[in-house]
């Protein structure tokens, strides 16, 4: 049974969505909603119960995180319904354009905050969807060309100052084993990828670093949730749903008799929700990437097993012949077009090329073939660094309601490693309706803006 606000059956998508449930939730914090006041959802048909109802609002990194983790943790015995509404579908909006490049590190090849736990979860995310897309089981994961779900062909940092490479020389002395820093000499680096300029004798390598095709990776992801759903259905009788509505959400108030909790993961529009302007301390960000390829009667190819380039920008390769590069930043934008038009690209690839010519001067052989564009939500800076925003809306809301608001926000231009562990925190907490589930580095931001 669709919601009572909706205008039409969920958008189907390429498998149509089929039907599925998931677990409980109630309130939101248990120090901070116990409301009252809302209508209830609507109810089943007769004979069955009432499935947990979930919206989730957002079908980027962090939407079809929240979504696959809360069919995942849901309690067993009970039937849930997650519902996730995106007005531009699966990856229509920045995660779906992003750069694409994964490892747990800072540009200064430091370790983050919690990187290790950041690192695992999202490749646990990425099997399941591998697994769901049919490319899971070779060692050497899907094929090597422009069209992969996943490249696996690392990352090479060449640092262009003395005072960069002292950085990240003793940085580099403590990693992740699943995700290992090696110290290279000019030599080694050129080998990797021959004509890469290293003005230092020292690059830093990731080889197990990856390179996403984020719009591939969303759609397997989605594909993922549809089998969770399944797979975690009480009975043939009580299956649990999950569905996509290709649907605007004008406001908050308008699910909160539907659902028992709406979980926001709109990136930069969350703040254009009525009840969320001025109440966020997010800032926006554009960033434009540049789209190359290499005209197809050169003889040099790039190698189909060199890693991709870390510098001033980046150079995301995805096969011999094609590669992004990124990224501009542009405060305060208001522009949430992914489409990016002459002027822009002009003046983003004035500003890309020559930071990328330094490190790999081949790069003025590749033709401009397009750009695209999306806002970042940039959070604020803390000691641990710019973290994610999560927690229980409610008193933020400011309004009483039986259905519980919950936020993921502020992923910043680190939405790829973020995702999997901030799904899975925000699930726990809002099935189990206790946000102390959540580490309080990731919900200090409603104290200090209280």
């Known amino acids: 049974m669709p919601p009572s606000h909706s205008h039409g059956p969920p958008l189907p998508f390429s498998p149509p969505p089929r039907s599925r449930f998931l677990p409980s939730l109630g309130s939101c914090s248990r120090r901070a909603v116990t409301s009252a006041g809302a209508s209830s959802p609507p109810p089943s048909p007769a004979g069955c119960r009432r499935p947990l109802r979930y919206a989730v609002l957002g079908a980027g990194f962090a939407?079809?995180?929240?979504?696959?983790?809360?069919?995942?943790?849901?309690?067993?015995?009970?039937?849930?319904?997650?519902?996730?509404?995106?007005?531009?579908?699966?990856?229509?909006?920045?995660?779906?354009?992003s750069g694409g490049l994964l490892h747990p590190y800072s540009p200064k090849a430091k370790l983050l905050w919690r990187g290790a736990e950041f690192w695992k979860e999202s490749m646990d995310l990425l099997r399941s969807a591998e697994q769901a897309n049919g490319t899971a089981g070779s060692e050497d994961g899907p094929r090597q060309d422009d069209d992969a779900l996943i490249w696996r062909r690392?990352?090479?940092?060449?640092?262009?100052?003395?005072?960069?490479?002292?950085i990240l020389l003793e940085n580099a002395q403590s990693c992740l084993q699943s995700c290992s820093l090696?110290?290279?000499?000019?030599?080694?680096?050129?080998?990797?990828?021959?004509?890469?300029?290293v003005p230092l004798n020292l690059a830093v390598y990731m080889p197990l670093a990856l390179n996403i095709n984020p719009k591939k990776y969303l759609q397997a992801l989605f594909y993922a949730c549809q089998t969770m759903a399944e797979k975690a259905s009480v009975s043939p009788?009580?299956?649990?749903?999950?569905?996509?509505?290709?649907?605007?959400?004008?406001?908050?108030?308008?699910?909160?008799?539907?659902?028992?909790?709406?979980?926001?993961?709109?990136?930069?529009?969350?703040?254009?929700?009525?009840?969320?302007?001025?109440?966020?301390?997010?800032?926006?960000c554009r960033g434009v990437i540049a789209e190359f390829q290499l005209p197809l009667e050169t003889?040099?190819?790039?190698?189909?097993?060199?890693?991709?380039?870390?510098?001033?920008?980046?150079?995301?390769?995805?096969?011999?012949?094609?590669?992004?590069?990124?990224?501009?930043?542009?405060?305060?934008?208001?522009?949430?077009?992914?489409?990016?038009?002459?002027?822009?690209?002009?003046?983003?690839?004035?500003?890309?090329?020559?930071?990328?010519?330094?490190?790999?001067?081949?790069?003025?052989?590749?033709?401009?073939?397009?750009?695209?564009?999306?806002?970042?939500?940039?959070?604020?800076?803390?000691?641990?660094?710019?973290?994610?925003?999560?927690?229980c809306l409610n008193d933020v809301i400011g309004e009483r309601s039986n259905c519980a608001f919950w936020l993921v926000g502020g992923l910043g231009a680190r939405g790829l490693l973020y995702h999997g562990l901030v799904g899975k925190l925000t699930a726990k907490a809002v099935v189990s309706g206790d946000e102390t589930i959540i580490p309080s580095e990731f919900t200090c931001w409603k104290v200090s803006k209280a």
């Open 63 to 97: 939407g079809l995180s929240v979504a696959w983790h809360l069919l995942k943790h849901s309690p067993k015995d009970s039937r849930v319904s997650v519902d996730v509404y995106d007005e531009n579908g699966v990856g229509g909006g920045a995660s779906g354009v």
């Open 154 to 166: 690392g990352i090479l940092r060449p640092p262009t100052t003395e005072k960069a490479a002292d």
């Open 182 to 197: 090696q110290v290279l000499d000019s030599d080694a680096a050129q080998r990797l990828i021959p004509g890469l300029r």
């Open 237 to 284: 009788t009580e299956q649990n749903e999950f569905k996509l509505y290709k649907e605007h959400i004008d406001n908050l108030q308008q699910l909160s008799g539907d659902y028992d909790s709406v979980i926001v993961c709109l990136g930069a529009k969350a703040t254009l929700l009525p009840e969320l302007t001025n109440k966020l301390p997010l800032r926006n």
């Open 299 to 391: 003889m040099e190819k790039y190698g189909s097993q060199s890693p991709s380039i870390l510098a001033d920008v980046w150079l995301a390769f995805q096969g011999p012949c094609t590669v992004s590069i990124g990224s501009t930043w542009q405060w305060k934008s208001d522009n949430y077009a992914s489409s990016v038009s002459g002027e822009e690209a002009l003046t983003a690839t004035q500003e890309l090329l020559p930071k990328a010519s330094a490190v790999y001067p081949g790069i003025s052989k590749w033709d401009y073939v397009g750009a695209r564009a999306g806002i970042r939500a940039m959070p604020p800076l803390t000691a641990n660094g710019s973290l994610p925003l999560l927690g």
